[in-house]
C-alpha cells in the first residue's frame, strides 16, 4: 500500500510517495507543468511505476482556514484526478508546508535554484506524513495543522 502526495504549482507539481509500509513520506520528484494531459499521463506512469494505491492532494488553506485562489484551484486539480483515475483522492490541509519545506532544504545546504525546485518535492513529503501518521494511528485523518481532511 502506496500513498502519492501531490502538492500542486502552478509551474511545478512536487511528488512525494510513502513507502511500501505506508510509514514513512519521502520526496520522489518535481515534474514541470505540460499541460493537463501531459501531466496526467507522467502522474499514471509514477502511479504505475511505485505501484499506487491512493493519492493525496496538498490544498492550501488561507491562515483563516478558508478556501482562497490557491485553495481552490488545487480543489480543481483534485476534482479532475478524481475524474482521470481510479484511485482514491484526498484532499489534505497543506498550509505552510512550501515555507517549512524551502526552510529546511535551505538548511540542508542546497543551491538557491536547486532549492526552489527540491523544496516541491519536501514539501509533498511534508504533506503527506501526518496524513500516513494518523491513518496509522487510526484516529480522524488531521491535517499538518490539526484539521480534518478536507471533503472532496
Known sequence: MRVLAIDPGERRLGLAVSD??????LPLEIIER???ASDLDRLRRVIHTHEITEVVVGR????????GPQA???GRFAARL???LALPVTEVDERLSTAAAERA???AGRGASRRRTRSD???AALILQPYLDQRRRGGPLRGPKGDAMLPP
Open 105 to 107: 532544504v535551505r538548511e
Open 121 to 123: 518535492a519536501v514539501a
Open 20 to 25: 511500501p509500509t505506508g510509514v514513512i513520506a
Open 72 to 74: 481552490q484551484v488545487a
Open 60 to 67: 492550501p488553506l488561507t491562515t483563516r482556514g478558508t478556501i
Open 34 to 36: 505540460a499541460g493537463w
Open 82 to 84: 478524481r475524474s482521470a
